[in-house]
């Protein structure tokens, strides 16, 4: 399975952008998905998940702000974000839970302007 995530882009603080994430090859619709972030200079880590029922779990920093869901029927995983802050500037990945089964796509690229 190749996942490719979309949807990034260059905001000012406080805008939003909805980022979303497919897969080719066969379908991830078996498996709990998760949204990454990797920020210069630091590791990739894990922000939110949504598992095959719809439980969802987000990283403290963007409960609230965040929000998860998934359309099985079209393969696809988004991560709809508010209120982004400057601090959110990364490039977002998508995939399994740590650590990450499938094989990475190259992320999009957040850039949130203060």
């Known amino acids: 399975v190749q996942l490719q995530a979309s949807g990034g882009g260059l905001v000012q603080a406080g805008g939003s952008l909805t980022l979303s994430c497919s897969a080719s090859?066969?379908?991830?619709?078996?498996?709990?998905m998760g949204w990454y972030r990797q920020a210069p200079g630091n590791e990739r880590e894990l922000i939110a998940t949504?598992?095959?029922?719809?439980?969802?779990n987000y990283l403290d920093s963007v409960k609230g702000r965040f929000t998860i869901s998934r359309d099985t029927a079209k393969n696809t995983v988004y991560l709809r974000m508010n209120s982004l802050k400057p601090e959110d500037t990364a490039v977002y990945y998508c995939?399994?839970?740590?650590?990450?089964?499938?094989?990475w796509g190259q992320g999009t690229l957040v850039t949130v302007s203060s």
């Open positions: 995939n399994t839970p740590p650590p990450g089964r499938l094989s």
């Open positions: 949504v598992s095959t029922d719809g439980y969802i």
């Open positions: 090859g066969n379908s991830f619709s078996r498996f709990v």
